[in-house]
């Protein structure tokens, strides 16, 4: 079993800035693929963009630019930070992480951790 815990989040006003975390532990030598995905009130969970194993970062269009998605190996720790937050950033922020052992599921999700951004 893998166990994800986000931290991190809360209420901003809009403009700044924030680094979520996302720290794994238990069977952390499953992991395969990190992702952050957000979902805001009345709307879909939506991809932010991952890092894969090896190191290569990718990122979902909309989230281009004031997103960045790091990892800390050695703390199995994710990150994602995010710039000149706005309103609409307003949301549940979860972590997943893909396992690649064969007990267990294929894929864990995080509890989220909410980001409120104010006018």
């Known amino acids: 079993q893998v166990h994800l815990k986000e931290s991190g989040g809360g209420l901003v006003q809009a403009g700044d800035s924030l680094r979520l975390s996302c720290a794994a532990s238990g069977d952390t030598g499953c992991i395969s693929g990190l992702n952050w995905y957000r979902q805001g009130s009345g709307k879909e969970r939506e991809m932010v963009g991952g890092?894969?194993?090896?190191?290569?970062?990718w990122y979902a269009d909309s989230f281009k630019g004031r997103f960045t998605i790091s990892r800390d190996s050695a703390n199995n720790t994710l990150y994602l930070q995010i710039n000149n937050l706005q309103p609409d950033d307003t949301a549940l922020y979860f972590c997943k992480v893909g396992s690649s052992c064969h007990w267990g599921p294929s894929m864990y999700w995080g509890q989220g951790i909410r980001v409120t951004v104010s006018s």
């Open positions: 890092i894969t194993n090896a190191g290569s970062l």
